[in-house]
């Protein structure tokens, strides 16, 4: 059996809802995805991934649908195989469990884990009413030749509190050693309880599938078990760097070759600008500093750390207005630190004198485990910025 090529497209979230500039940001997204499916006819895919949000919301516009199956169908020779997740899960107004998917495409009808099994001699059967192609086969149908199993569930509501990686008798696939074994799920890896699908590491490997292709995570993430493709198109300062799709192939002897592809049609970086040395703390010179040392031709977030003198005020209010329009979209955070006396301060007749005495207290009593220093440290240097009202 030749190698299997395949891509991982998860979380595109197609028909945001974005605060500002929707249309715009929504019409990024189609291109993103249009990228990724000329991917897929340029690097000759077999099997499209879909391990969940492909829409961010379980009734997306009718317009949407249709474009999305317009660009499946358009995909000759790629099973297209879709697992619901958080974001669009299996209900009775899903898009997925109307029966007018296109015949390539096979999408997880419950939450029960089950398997498709691709080969020579299998046909396939569109399950009634829920959109949903699933495969059957009859004793003289069994191929000579090892074939492919996907295995995957779909959420059916917004939460999945249980682990979807098991069926309705609560059992992990036993896997045949014969086929090609991929997983498509939903949710979050590593961790033992979780709102959005607990996926164990430990059952991954106990399972022993040649691929794990997940979606929930926002950022890409390759392990020994798994794979997470990361979000489509960044949509905020949350979803920061590269974002884009995992294309690879699995060979016959069960090894995976993989290469994450960006597709950075808006792309979010968070710099860091330490003003420590500087000594000009007004609007223009920071603004003029930051230009400098920035991309402007990216999303930024403009991080200031550093140490800075206690009479200083840094106007980020006023940077902010400053920097907008020199940037896609720009982000101003203050995470400076003040230089201060604090006994100096303690011995004050005010307000700010007597927080600063309460803790100098809390931070004696840390000797005896009652506090974390750095938490008290942490909390006066808050503390002193908001009486400088530079919070």
């Known amino acids: ?80 195989i879709i697992a619901g997740g958080n974001h669009d899960p299996i209900t009775t107004d899903s898009p997925y469990a109307d029966g007018d998917w296109p015949h390539n495409v096979y999408i997880f009808p419950s939450k029960n884990i089950s398997m498709m099994e691709f080969g020579d001699k299998y046909r396939t059967r569109r399950a009634e009413g829920r959109g949903a192609s699933l495969l059957f086969r009859s004793e003289e149908e069994i191929p000579q030749k090892k074939g492919v199993r996907v295995y995957g569930a779909s959420f059916e509501g917004h939460f999945a ?11 992990i696939p036993a896997l ?83 290469e994450f592809i960006p597709i950075n049609i808006r792309k979010y970086v968070a710099e860091e600008i330490d003003v420590s040395e500087e000594t000009d703390f007004s609007v223009d010179a920071l603004s003029e500093l930051i230009l400098s040392k920035t991309d402007k031709e990216l999303c930024t977030k403009v991080i200031l750390k550093g140490i800075v003198p206690l009479q200083e005020k840094i106007d980020v209010e006023g940077l902010q207005m400053r920097l907008t329009g020199k940037y896609p979209q720009v982000k101003v955070v203050d995470n400076t630190s003040v230089e201060a006396d604090w006994r100096l301060i303690s011995e004050e007749n ?12 809390k931070l004696r009593d840390t000797e005896d485990g009652k506090y974390s220093t750095k938490n008290i440290q942490d909390a006066m240097k808050i503390g002193i910025k908001a009486f400088g009202g530079k919070l």
Not at 161 to 171: A, I, K, N, Q, V
Not at 178 to 198: Q, T, W
Not at 350 to 361: A, H
């Open 1 to 80: 059996m030749k190698n299997v090529s395949f891509m991982i497209l998860a979380d595109a979230h197609l028909d945001s809802d974005f605060a500002r500039d929707c249309h715009l940001r929504r019409e990024e997204q189609r291109k993103a995805f249009d990228k990724a499916m000329s991917m897929v006819a340029e690097y000759d895919i077999e099997y499209l991934l879909i391990p969940g949000d492909l829409f961010d919301e379980r009734s997306p516009g009718k317009v949407t649908v249709d474009y999305v199956k317009k660009a499946f169908a358009a995909l000759k020779g790629t099973k297209v």
């Open 350 to 361: 005010s307000l700010r004198g007597i927080f600063v005495r309460k803790m100098l207290e």
């Open 161 to 171: 509190r249980e682990t979807l990686l098991s069926d309705e008798r609560g059992e």
């Open 176 to 258: 045949s050693p014969s086929y090609i074994n991929i997983l498509v799920l939903h949710g979050e890896a590593d961790v033992s309880r979780s709102m959005y699908n607990p996926i164990s590491k430990d059952v991954l490997r106990e399972c022993g599938f040649d691929l794990c292709a997940l979606g929930h995570v926002h950022s890409y993430k390759k392990t020994d078990d798994y794979i997470y493709s990361g979000v489509l198109c960044s949509r905020g300062f949350d979803e920061l760097g590269d974002c884009g799709v995992v294309v690879g192939e699995i060979t016959d002897e069960g090894r995976v070759l993989t």
